[in-house]
């Protein structure tokens, strides 16, 4: 548990529901997603991770109905090991971008 | 919020891949996001995306199923375990066989073809034997229905029963729940039937009020019989088939409860017969029937004689053993109560295997043929694969080399082999479809339950089953060869001439030999039923059927006496004789090669022993009959005009009947008895007739004249002559119908077409045995022709070499052929050998023709050593135009 990294969807999702704060439910998490990234996302990829990252106790979910009114869903919100384990994320990739140019739009030049 | 749903194909199919814990949400926010779709965008956006999300989904939708380790995640190891690693793996083998097929077209479909006609062959086969011998009989609890016949052997009359028989049985039993008949002889009576159109002679069978019941069936419209309907000269009543209801009356419902008019009386339709419950299929095959109709068991229908074939429902629990010791006691009880009554007796059989019996054999032949045609075609695709794999041999050691395991590369060839088995399955189903549709469709084969032929559920199965085992089995010997090792030689081109292409040649060797064993086997059983099948043939019939046609004719017309009615049907012979082109008309109650009963018959003054009194098949005939068929008369006399009900009885024997009755002595002039106080007069001896099948003796027979006997019912007219059945149709209906306007006209056939539905059923085993070994020739030529064609391509530098040292084109030609010819010598040897043992097992099928037949034995061996010439003579040729310095070079 301690020393865990995530993959880079799972920081992604993450991020997002840390984004969305009180209004991170499954499909807002999704559009948000589909918004910002750049490649393809599924909404069942996006629970199937969801799920994952609950179970390691880095998000937690509760039910609640939406603001704008319609059924109960499950809203999730990070966890402390979570945030945790999002700065560790950050914290690596920033130690291996450090010095690193890459510049102009093309890789290697 | 639009009204408008997503995909519902997409959406199920996700629904089923997703784990349960995330089914809800899952498809919840798709629903949802599917409808804001359709409102901003439409419909076609919105199942775009939502096609698309369920397909980018799939892979993970499953392996999230089968994630079983959910608390490991390393850092660079993405979420997807080790159900995507099954996953793609399995994925990738697909791709890759895709490809692979895709480079090599020309070689997959012929593949797909050669496993198309062994699953055809087997999957056919199966659907044919599948509800003759594998399903139950279409009835209810079919394993409890009892056939008891008379005794357990004989002509009809030996196996059919008194009504009396029934009566008491079922008074008196202990084991069954219920016991029923139907009147075996019922082709006797024939029915006209004049309703809006052509005045038809139907075939209505005598059923027992029970009857439907103990089977089971129920009218699909309508009712059973009653009482009233049941009793001696009850109220005419009749239950339609399903075919003739749907034929005549357009399947109208309405017919129900109106009245038909048949043989001039008006009768009540009071039901219609199920489509599932075909009587003739089940029972009569061959026959068709139209209706069914009481029949009493009464004082009346028992003085018939025997009349009824027996079935009956076994009470839970009990077995054929226990039954028929219950029948037994039974009989021995009425014995003691009447000494002198007779007809007493009951032989218990399993309905089915009463149904179904005699066809066992030929079925387990057939089966078996189709095996040999998957063997031999599976053979044959495995050479073709190894030879194609040992071209691949390089890509699959690169494969190695890089990582691949041994099994990945296995698995590989056996997704390949897969492959091919599932298209070839398809193409072979597509064989086994049509094949069985010509099948149910004949009505010219007595082949029982024909028309319940299809390719069902689980003939479907079974083709699956029998794909995926070819599959596998092909797929094992190429792929165990492939990845056998010695990557280093092969990439470097030095593995050529190594032990590993020795053992691919022996296996590949080996399987035309086998091929070549098996066909051979094909070949001469096929043979030995084509000798016996010649051999029926060739039965002196007794009669001539060629140039003459049968009439059914019958006339509703009541007479007031006999003699009038013997008075019209001379008549009828008169006026169709007058026919231009007509040589001789004669009427029968009963043709040869159907169904007859049996009469007692004695030479008078002589006394038999018990059980010892011969049994004679009686005609009834006209005068003319004998000269119709051409049954040649041996000694006295023919029937003429003045042997009317005024003179002396006489009767017609054969000339087994002769020696029977009166052994070493002249029969004309002796006197013969019958059940009746008068005496007959044997006035003439003719020649014995096959009134059975062709292949059964003929027994005693007897004519007697229908002026003198009066115990028939139908008659078939017999004409004779030299016109074609075209021409003489026409008039000989006109002069029918000039009689008697309402007789139907139309049942008339060539005698040819007699005897030829009487050997129908060995035919169509025959013609399908035929295919499988003309199947099984073509297959193992075509092996033949593989293996020494690549065998020639392989050694191309060593036949350069030989050459250029001087050997001479004929010569290499020679060699080639040698190689053929033993292999395929060692085939025919060994396949010779397997024949002897197989021809053993089909005895039962041989007719006129022993297992051991030489001349068939030899016979296919040329056949076999021909053909397997024919096919190595190719690649002979190519190998001895090998250009020397273009072989020598690619050394």
């Known amino acids: 548990m301690g020393r865990q990294v995530l993959g880079e969807f799972e920081q992604i999702v993450l991020l997002s529901v840390v984004r969305l704060a009180d209004a991170a439910f499954g499909r807002a998490i999704y559009e948000e997603l589909a918004r910002l990234s750049i490649t393809q996302v599924t909404i069942t990829a996006v629970y199937v991770t969801l799920s994952r990252l609950e179970k390691k106790?880095?998000?937690?979910?509760?039910?609640?109905?939406?603001?704008?009114?319609?059924?109960?869903?499950?809203?999730?919100?990070?966890?402390?090991?979570?945030?945790?384990?999002?700065?560790?994320?950050?914290?690596?990739?920033?130690?291996?971008?450090?010095?690193?140019?890459?510049?102009?739009?093309?890789?290697?030049? | 919020m639009s009204e408008s749903r997503p995909p519902a194909r997409s959406r199920a199919l996700l629904a089923r891949l997703l784990p349960a814990a995330l089914r809800a949400d899952v498809l919840a926010d798709m629903d949802d996001t599917h409808s804001d779709l359709v409102a901003r965008h439409g419909d076609t956006e919105a199942n775009r995306w939502y096609r698309t999300q369920v397909r980018?989904?799939?892979?993970?939708?499953?392996?999230?199923?089968?994630?079983?380790?959910?608390?490991?995640?390393?850092?660079?190891?993405?979420?997807?375990?080790r159900g995507d690693d099954l996953m793609t793996g399995l994925v990738?083998?697909?791709?890759?066989?895709?490809?692979?097929?895709?480079?090599?077209?020309?070689?997959?479909?012929?593949?797909?073809?050669?496993?198309?006609?062994?699953?055809?062959?087997?999957?056919?086969?199966?659907?044919?034997?599948?509800?003759?011998?594998?399903?139950?009989?279409?009835?209810?609890?079919?394993?409890?229905?009892?056939?008891?016949?008379?005794?357990?052997?004989?002509?009809?009359?030996?196996?059919?029963?008194?009504?009396?028989?029934?009566?008491?049985?079922?008074?008196?039993?202990?084991s069954f729940e219920s016991m029923t008949g139907y009147d075996a002889f019922f082709d006797y009576n024939s029915y006209n039937f004049v309703g809006d159109g052509e005045p038809e002679r139907l075939v209505g069978v005598g059923v027992a009020r029970n009857f439907l019941e103990v089977l089971g069936v129920a009218p699909m419209h309508g009712r059973n019989f009653v009482e009233e309907e049941s009793v001696w000269q009850g109220r005419p009543a009749a239950i339609l088939t399903n075919a003739f209801w749907v034929r005549r009356f357009a399947a109208d419902p309405a017919i129900v409860g109106t009245s038909i008019s048949l043989n001039d009386t008006p009768t009540e339709v009071i039901g219609v017969l199920p489509a599932s419950f075909d009587f003739s299929s089940t029972f009569t095959p061959g026959a068709r029937i139209d209706f069914l109709l009481p029949f009493p068991i009464a004082d009346e229908t028992d003085r018939w004689g025997n009349t009824l074939s027996m079935i009956a429902r076994l009470r839970v629990g009990v077995s054929i053993e226990s039954a028929q010791a219950d029948i037994d006691r039974m009989v021995e009880q009425l014995k003691e109560a009447d000494p002198v009554r007779w007809g007493l007796g009951g032989a218990v059989t399993a309905l089915q295997g009463q149904?179904?019996?005699?066809?066992?054999?030929?079925?387990?032949?057939?089966?078996?043929?189709?095996?040999?045609?998957?063997?031999?075609?599976?053979?044959n695709l495995s050479n073709l694969l190894l030879a194609r794999s040992v071209k691949r041999r390089k890509e699959f050691a690169v494969r190695s080399v890089l990582g691949a395991k041994r099994t990945r590369l296995v698995r590989q060839l056996l997704t390949e082999s897969l492959l091919l088995a599932l298209c070839g399955a398809a193409i072979g189903v597509g064989i086994a479809v049509a094949a069985t549709r010509a099948v149910a469709a004949t009505t010219a084969v007595s082949i029982p339950m024909l028309t319940a032929v299809s390719v069902d559920l689980s003939a479907l199965t079974?083709?699956?089953?029998?794909?995926?085992?070819?599959?596998?089995?092909?797929?094992?010997?190429?792929?165990?060869?492939?990845?056998?090792?010695?990557?280093?030689?092969?990439?470097?081109?030095?593995?050529?001439?190594?032990?590993?292409?020795?053992?691919?040649?022996?296996a590949r060797e080996g399987l035309v030999v086998a091929e070549v064993a098996l066909?051979?086997?094909?070949?001469?059983?096929?043979?030995?039923?084509?000798?016996?099948?010649?051999?029926?043939?060739?039965?002196?019939?007794?009669?001539?059927?060629?140039?003459?046609?049968?009439?059914?004719?019958?006339?509703?017309?009541?007479?007031?006496?006999?003699?009038?009615r013997v008075a019209f049907y001379n008549e009828v012979i008169a006026r169709v004789s007058d026919v231009p082109g007509v040589d001789v008309v004669g009427l029968t109650d009963t043709l040869p090669l159907g169904r007859n009963r049996e009469w007692g018959i004695w030479a008078e003054g002589v006394t038999y022993e018990e059980g010892q009194s011969p049994l004679a098949f009686p005609r009834m005939v006209g005068v003319g009959y004998l000269e119709s068929m051409r049954i040649p008369l041996l000694r006295g006399r023919h029937f003429r005009a003045d042997d009317t009900s005024e003179t002396h009885n006489v009767v017609i024997i054969n000339e087994s009947a002769a020696a029977r009755l009166w052994p070493g002595l002249d029969p004309i002039g002796q006197n013969a008895l019958m059940t009746g106080e008068e005496p007959w007069q044997v006035i003439g001896v003719v020649a014995d007739v096959h009134h059975q099948s062709l292949e059964e003796g003929s027994g005693l027979e007897m004519y007697l004249p229908i002026a003198q006997h009066g115990d028939w019912g139908t008659l078939d007219m017999v004409v004779r002559s030299s016109l074609p059945q075209a021409a003489l149709v026409g008039p000989v209906r006109a002069a029918l119908r000039s009689l008697d306007p309402s007789m139907p006209t139309t049942e008339y056939q060539t005698l040819d077409a007699l005897v030829d539905r009487s050997v129908s059923p060995r035919r169509f085993i025959l013609l399908l045995l035929s295919a499988f070994g003309g199947a099984a020739l073509l297959l193992a030529s075509l092996g033949i022709y593989a293996v020494l064609s690549y065998s020639v391509s392989q050694r191309a530098p060593e036949i350069g070499i030989r050459m250029a040292l001087g050997e001479s084109a004929s010569q290499v030609q020679r060699r080639v052929v040698s190689r053929t010819m033993t292999l395929a010598g060692t085939g025919i040897a060994l396949g010779g050998v397997g024949s002897f043992v197989v021809a053993r097992l089909i005895r039962p099928l041989l007719y006129g023709v022993a297992p051991t037949d030489a001349l068939t034995f030899a016979g296919m061996a040329v056949v076999l050593l021909l053909v397997s010439g024919l096919a190595g003579y190719m690649p002979a040729r190519r190998a001895s135009r090998t250009d020397p310095m273009t072989a020598l070079r690619s050394v």
């Open chain 2, 355 to 379: 149904i179904t019996g005699g066809f066992r054999s030929a079925m387990v032949v057939l089966a078996a043929a189709a095996g040999a045609v998957m063997l031999i075609a599976c053979a």
């Open chain 2, 56 to 81: 980018t989904s799939l892979r993970m939708a499953l392996a999230a199923r089968f994630d079983r380790f959910p608390g490991r995640v390393s850092g660079n190891r993405t979420f997807l375990r």
């Open chain 2, 92 to 174: 990738q083998d697909v791709r890759y066989a895709l490809r692979a097929i895709r480079r090599d077209l020309g070689f997959f479909t012929f593949a797909t073809m050669i496993i198309g006609l062994g699953v055809g062959a087997s999957t056919a086969v199966f659907s044919i034997m599948s509800p003759l011998m594998l399903r139950p009989l279409p009835l209810e609890v079919p394993d409890r229905l009892a056939w008891i016949a008379l005794n357990r052997t004989g002509g009809m009359s030996s196996v059919t029963s008194r009504t009396s028989n029934l009566r008491d049985f079922r008074e008196m039993n202990r």
């Open chain 1, 57 to 109: 106790d880095f998000v937690s979910v509760q039910l609640a109905a939406p603001a704008s009114g319609g059924r109960r869903q499950k809203l999730f919100a990070i966890t402390p090991s979570g945030l945790a384990a999002l700065q560790r994320s950050r914290e690596q990739l920033a130690r291996f971008w450090a010095g690193v140019e890459v510049g102009g739009g093309r890789a290697g030049q």
């Open chain 2, 462 to 506: 079974f083709t699956l089953a029998v794909a995926v085992g070819a599959g596998l089995l092909l797929g094992i010997v190429p792929a165990l060869q492939i990845s056998a090792g010695h990557e280093g030689a092969v990439i470097n081109d030095t593995a050529r001439g190594s032990s590993e292409s020795r053992n691919s040649k022996r």
């Open chain 2, 519 to 564: 066909a051979c086997v094909l070949l001469v059983c096929g043979g030995l039923l084509l000798r016996s099948f010649v051999a029926v043939l060739d039965v002196d019939l007794g009669f001539q059927p060629v140039g003459a046609m049968s009439w059914s004719i019958d006339t509703a017309r009541s007479f007031e006496s006999s003699e009038e």
